[in-house]
């Protein structure tokens, strides 16, 4: 694979998380005095994709022995795409719980079959880029809807038929990335391998539970803190930017530093990031934060995804990272809600302190060296 047909792949992310999971906290400010929410609703709303994407994540696996990796991927960006433009049709919160529910089932799809085909191609190449690339794709899509969402102000029904288009141009540029990789043949997936790996799994979890706190109400904090609709849009675009540059940073160490050390300082970054708001709302200081957290919390996946590679036999990959997966998806399906909870009866900045407190604790358990497993596949490359 090479690089150009990892950035169309890149595409993948781009619509299943930057366009279908964190351009919904653009619009959280809108859609709650729109339609009279509680941040709690708010919240609510994130679980439901939250609870799409488990869904998603525990029928990838099933999905690939039937109709093989690159048709999974693929049709899931075209069910993203429409479960995005159909947000628009309808106020009525149980429909809005049912399509960002879709929405997140899709995504899930698109994030593991992209995610093992990005493997394969790390193997293949003996580099860390190709997966890198595509999750930092997630980018691609922040900084599109950091661009378009803002400047719509209250309008949020436009908003989402402009995702819904965005993510049917991603499907189409992403389709023949797609391909570029050999199959396994319809039928294998593999199994799940957890044990060998439980304290990177309980870090992913800890991770998925509260970093997407972070993402869902920064513009609602950003609102409380009155900022401009300039301020949002270049919080956003920074934010974005951050995470399409983050390979250049981090490929070579997710790649090359033995067991989880990239891992564990990678949420050691994001942690201190996502606190530094909570030490003054200063606009430089809430840059940095951006940054910091834009530049990191995409790398988790991604150094997540290469453990895997290099730990896990070939043939499990696809079984093992949709386990992971629907632990992810687990964390952050309860993390919006608990977090939108926590900051009614407090204040705005709880989800900082949440994401905070929770990524530092899983980076103290992947700091943690494991300890040899025999029935280990790999060495790391």
């Not at 391909?179 to 043949?185: I, M, S, V, W």
């Not at 997936?189 to 991770?207: D, K, S, T």
Request: net charge positive.
């Amino acid at each position: 694979m090479t690089a150009g047909q990892a950035t169309r792949l890149a595409f993948g992310t781009a619509s299943a998380l930057g366009l279908a999971r964190f351009a919904y906290g653009l619009l959280v400010p809108a859609m709650r005095d729109d339609l009279r929410w509680t941040l709690a609703d708010a919240g609510a709303i994130s679980t439901a994709n939250g609870l799409g994407y488990l869904l998603g994540a525990v029928i990838a696996a099933a999905s690939v022995r039937r109709w093989g990796t690159a048709a999974v991927f693929r049709w899931g960006m075209v069910v993203t795409a429409v479960a995005l433009g159909g947000t628009a049709a309808s106020d009525v919160f149980a429909v809005l719980l049912t399509l960002r529910a879709v929405a997140g089932a899709s995504g899930a799809v698109v994030f593991i079959a992209g995610g093992v085909i990005a493997a394969r191609a790390a193997a293949r190449t003996g580099s860390g880029k190709p997966i890198t690339i595509y999750f930092a794709g997630t980018g691609l899509g922040i900084i599109l809807s950091g661009a378009a969402i803002p400047g719509l102000a209250d309008h949020w029904r436009p908003a989402w038929v402009g995702l819904g288009v965005a993510a049917a141009l991603a499907a189409l540029i992403s389709w023949p990335a797609a391909g570029a990789e050999e199959e396994q043949p319809a039928g294998a997936a593999g199994w799940a391998r957890i044990g060998p790996l439980w304290r990177v799994a309980v870090a992913y979890f800890l991770f998925a539970a509260g970093y997407i706190a972070y993402i869902t109400f920064l513009s609602v904090y950003l609102a409380d803190k009155r900022a401009s609709v300039i301020q949002v849009t270049s919080t956003w675009t920074l934010l974005g930017i951050a995470v399409v540059a983050a390979p250049a940073l981090w490929s070579r160490p997710i790649a090359r530093w033995p067991g989880t050390r990239a891992l564990a300082l990678v949420l050691a970054l994001l942690a201190g990031g996502a606190a530094l708001p909570l030490l003054s709302p200063a606009p430089a200081v809430m840059i940095t934060s951006v940054l910091a957290y834009g530049a990191t919390f995409m790398m988790i996946p991604a150094a997540v995804t290469a453990h895997i590679r290099t730990a896990i036999a070939p043939a499990d990959w696809t079984a093992t990272l949709a386990a992971f997966t629907t632990l992810f998806a687990a964390g952050q399906t309860a993390g919006p809600l608990l977090a939108g909870t926590l900051a009614d009866h407090t204040s705005a900045a709880a989800p900082l302190a949440w994401t905070a407190t929770l990524c530092a604790i899983a980076a103290a358990l992947a700091a943690v060296p494991a300890r040899p497993d025999p029935e280990v596949s790999g060495a790391r490359s």
